[in-house]
């Protein structure tokens, strides 16, 4: 069935994909981003999905751009939280606010974003949320005392309300991310992707962004109603959770 789905940060990387898979299944998608205009356009212009420009780390941002959202395509019955950003340096340099823009980014969207839809969930008895967390919040990293802090708290968001929720007919899941193949990982100098980076994955290769779309497209359907409160690790055997 076609339903409403609001993809967080979806229109770049992971997201982008995330929009795209959405939408080839069928789903009416809307993609929210923070401030690159130009990515946002030439994505716009690629797929069709319209774009709404809020910063996810604002909770009055996030209930004007939802509220804009359900005005132009009717109520969200999926949500993916999938913005997210880094800001690494070891911990005895990390400044308050590098540790607020992590947390508020990664952490803090998952109360604002859902807080705005959880009702009319609630109220029409479905729903559909996946959040993006990533294998650094299930092993922790090295640089990365904020991410790895937020993206473990989004672990436990996702527990918490798949509890609160079941009943209801809403879904709520986490993806943990190893290694994807983004423009963030492709600065990365060849040299230290093959001596460093692949010798830690078992698959020997960086896993595409379709690979964690594919999976949001399989929780955020109707057959996976029975899945809830779940962490689908998808790391290339990089770290088995
Ligand atoms: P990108 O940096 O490629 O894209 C991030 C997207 O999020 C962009 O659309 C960006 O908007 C948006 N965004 C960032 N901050 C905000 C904000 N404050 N408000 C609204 N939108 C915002 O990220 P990736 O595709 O690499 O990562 C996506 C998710 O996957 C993140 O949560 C990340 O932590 C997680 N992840 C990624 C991994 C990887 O290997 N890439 C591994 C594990 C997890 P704009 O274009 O305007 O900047």
């Known amino acids: 069935m076609a339903r409403v789905a609001l993809v967080t940060g979806g229109t770049r990387g992971i997201g982008a994909a995330i929009s795209k898979a959405l939408k080839a299944a069928g789903h009416a998608v809307a993609a929210s981003y923070a401030g690159n205009d130009s990515a946002a356009e030439r994505f716009k212009d690629e797929t069709g999905i319209p774009v709404y420009k809020w910063?996810?780390?604002?909770?009055?941002?996030?209930a004007a751009g939802v509220k804009q959202v359900e005005a132009d395509l009717g109520p969200i019955d999926v949500l993916?939280?999938?913005?997210g950003i880094t800001?690494?340096?070891?911990?005895h340099k990390m400044t308050l606010e590098q540790w607020n823009a992590v947390i508020n980014t990664n952490l803090g969207s998952l109360f604002n974003m859902t807080r705005q839809v959880i009702e009319g969930m609630r109220a029409r008895k479905f729903g559909r949320i996946v959040n993006i967390s990533s294998i650094n919040g299930q092993?922790?990293?090295?640089?990365?005392?904020n991410y790895s802090a937020a993206k473990a708290g989004d672990i436990g968001f996702t527990k918490a309300l798949a509890l609160e929720n079941a009943r209801g007919g809403i879904t709520v899941n986490a993806i943990c991310p190893g290694y994807i193949n983004t423009e963030m990982v492709q600065a990365v100098p060849k040299d230290v992707l093959e001596k460093a980076i692949?010798?830690?994955?078992?698959?020997?290769r960086l896993g595409e962004a379709e690979e964690i779309a594919r999976a949001v497209v399989f929780l955020a359907g109707e057959d996976a109603g029975f899945i809830t409160g779940s962490t689908l690790t998808i790391n290339g055997g990089q770290y088995m959770a």
């Not at 910063?55 to 996030?62: G, I, L, N, Q, T």
């Not at 993916?80 to 913005?83: E, G, L, M, S, T």
Request: aromatic residues 10%; glycine residues 6%.
């Open 55 to 62: 910063d996810v780390s604002s909770f009055d941002a996030c």
């Open 80 to 83: 993916i939280n999938n913005a």
């Open 87 to 91: 800001r690494d340096t070891a911990f």
């Open 139 to 145: 092993k922790g990293q090295f640089g990365q005392v």
């Open 198 to 204: 692949l010798p830690l994955i078992p698959c020997n």
